[in-house]
């Protein structure tokens, strides 16, 4: 028969740790109680409860949104994936950028996921990275320093390390694509910076695959746009305006522009 004490002990609520605070601070605003409960293994009124103490409030103005998810806000396969390849050693607003989403909702799925920013590099993984960078490949060493390949190579630009003369790192499909992607509308040392590799790198890869960069858009070029979008495809547009199909495609996704089927229909 259990005794007074240990009822008493078994009904108390289980203590908040620092971790979970800092997490539900940055989902609370954004997610709904229910979910809550269940990513933090608490009931609703717990989650309330400990929100209320913490001052926090629904963000209905903002990026809050109702239990049931509309097909649009779902995370794909493939999104997470890339989240969990980016986040560590990327900014929160390249991230945003580059999957198309608000930085409140890279956040959050973040949190969610329970992901977490790689550490800040200490002094003796500095002097590791730098006697071993020039020989070694940065898979190699990110396996050696727990960290990932874009955050060797981001902290290798930094340090201004090179690899011995001879060797060279190879670049992978995944970051000819993301080249592909941003190269156009980036900058060319925030390319640089988000690849991991140095400037003049960056360039010789471009060129080695055939992309040319457009020179910055105009107020008439982006007026043009405008108007021709909701009619014409983006290979059209393209066409029409004498730009890449990656230059405005870019563009476009920046301006939020949206076809107007109807109008596309009757054109038709």
Known sequence: MPTKGSTKNKNRSRRWVSAEVARLEILYPTTHNTQLAKLFSRSVNAIKKKAR??????????????????????????EVKKLKHLYPATAVEEIADSLGRTMSAVQTKAAMLGLRKAG??????EEFLRKHYPDNSAAYLAKKLDRTVESIRQKAVKL????????????????????????FDWPIDKVAKRLGRTVSSVKSRALKLGFIKQPRWTD???????????????????????????????KIKRLGLRKNKSRRKKIL
């Open 53 to 78: 103490k913490m001052g926090l409030e629904k963000d209905f103005a903002g990026g809050y949104r109702s239990p049931r998810p509309t097909p649009e806000n779902v995370w794909t396969e493939k």
């Open 120 to 125: 800040r590099w200490s002094a003796k993984d």
């Open 160 to 183: 201004g390390l090179t690899y011995s003369s001879g060797k060279k790192q190879l670049w992978t499909r995944n970051e000819d694509r993301t080249l592909k992607k941003i190269y």
């Open 220 to 250: 008439e070029e982006t007026e043009q746009l405008m108007s021709l979008y909701p009619m014409h495809t983006r290979k059209e547009v393209a066409e029409i305006m004498g730009l890449s199909i990656e230059s405005v495609y870019g």
